[in-house]
């Protein structure tokens, strides 16, 4: 994309509001338990590494990837596991962190796959859920912002790799 442009949708202090008020609810919810981190890289690294912080909670942290979007802005739809969880996590407290529901098809695949691993629980915590692009439904406990079906980057969040540094969350748009 040669001419892009980038409009705010998510400002560094409403990011920063929002993943405090977030940790603050999770640190309720599982209060007194030890809970495992899972990020979904890459996009969800600036997500862990601020929610993690957030947390009061006893927590661990791991990674795992996937592969669906091939660096287009539109989903393969075929999901792939890229790198596998260094963690067994039978018997332990597990929240999915993702940086962003779409189709919800790379959440869907993840939740089944590790629930055949025997966590005790499983949770989903999303920084972005957009509204209105479901084609599956796997349940996501907590949600940061639902925003519109545009496609977003900063946070984390990339486009051919590009714009993952960006401090807020900006919708990209060619001109
Ligand atoms: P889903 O399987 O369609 O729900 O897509 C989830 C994955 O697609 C996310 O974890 C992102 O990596 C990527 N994705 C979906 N929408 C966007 C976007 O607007 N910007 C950047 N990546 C996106």
């Known amino acids: 994309m040669s001419n892009a ?5 998510i400002s560094e202090e409403e990011l920063r509001a929002k993943v405090a008020e977030m940790a603050a609810e999770i640190d309720r919810d599982y209060a007194g338990q030890q809970v495992l981190l899972i990020a979904v890289l890459k996009g969800s690294v600036h997500f862990l590494s601020d929610l993690g912080r957030a947390l009061t909670l006893d927590s661990e942290i791991d990674f795992l990837q996937t592969s669906s979007y091939h660096g ?3 989903s393969s739809g075929v999901v792939q596991i890229r790198k596998d969880l260094d963690i067994n996590i039978e018997g332990l407290h597990v929240i999915i962190v993702e940086d962003i529901v779409d189709t919800g098809v790379t959440l869907s695949h993840l ?5 055949t691993r025997k966590p005790k629980s499983l949770k989903v915590v999303a920084l972005l859920s957009k509204t209105g692009t479901r084609t599956v439904y796997p349940p996501v406990e907590y949600i940061g912002f639902e925003i519109p079906n545009e496609f977003v980057v900063g946070y984390g969040l990339d ?7 960006l ?9």
């Open 5 to 9: 442009r980038l409009d705010v949708l």
């Open 72 to 74: 287009g802005k539109s």
């Open 111 to 115: 939740r089944e796959l590790l629930s």
């Open 159 to 165: 486009y051919a790799e590009r714009y993952r540094n």
């Open 167 to 175: 401090p807020y969350i900006a919708i990209l748009r060619e001109e």
